[in-house]
């Protein structure tokens, strides 16, 4: 099992970023999916999660402002953010809960 996260960097607020994270040796789409991020300082925390079933859970903290899919033939999941906010600079993780397996994590950064 791996995860590889891609699509990090440094972003002005209220900007947009679009994270990937692709899977390998095994099927993404048969298990839970999870994005979560570690800010400085700060505890880590789920963002998204988005279920074999394709159902999907936004944390109130980012409700309306990310979201979470997946595409099948890539083996991939994403994360789309928008208006990006200075608090959601942190390092984001590609995690399939099933095993607790988790990726390098990707950088993000939100300043002006």
């Known amino acids: 099992v791996q995860l590889v996260e891609s699509g990090g960097g440094l972003v002005q607020p209220g900007g947009s970023l679009r994270l990937s994270c692709v899977g390998s040796g095994f099927a993404l789409s048969l298990y839970a999916m999870r994005w979560s991020r570690q800010g400085p300082g700060k505890e880590r925390e789920t963002v998204a999660t988005?279920?074999?079933?394709?159902?999907?859970l936004i944390e109130d903290s980012v409700s309306g402002r990310f979201d979470i899919s997946r595409d099948v033939e890539e083996n991939a999941i994403y994360l789309e953010m928008n208006n990006l906010k200075t608090e959601d600079t942190a390092v984001y993780y590609c995690v399939r809960l099933r095993g607790n397996y988790w990726g390098q994590g990707t950088q993000v950064t939100v300043s002006s």
């Open positions: 988005i279920f074999s079933d394709g159902r999907t």
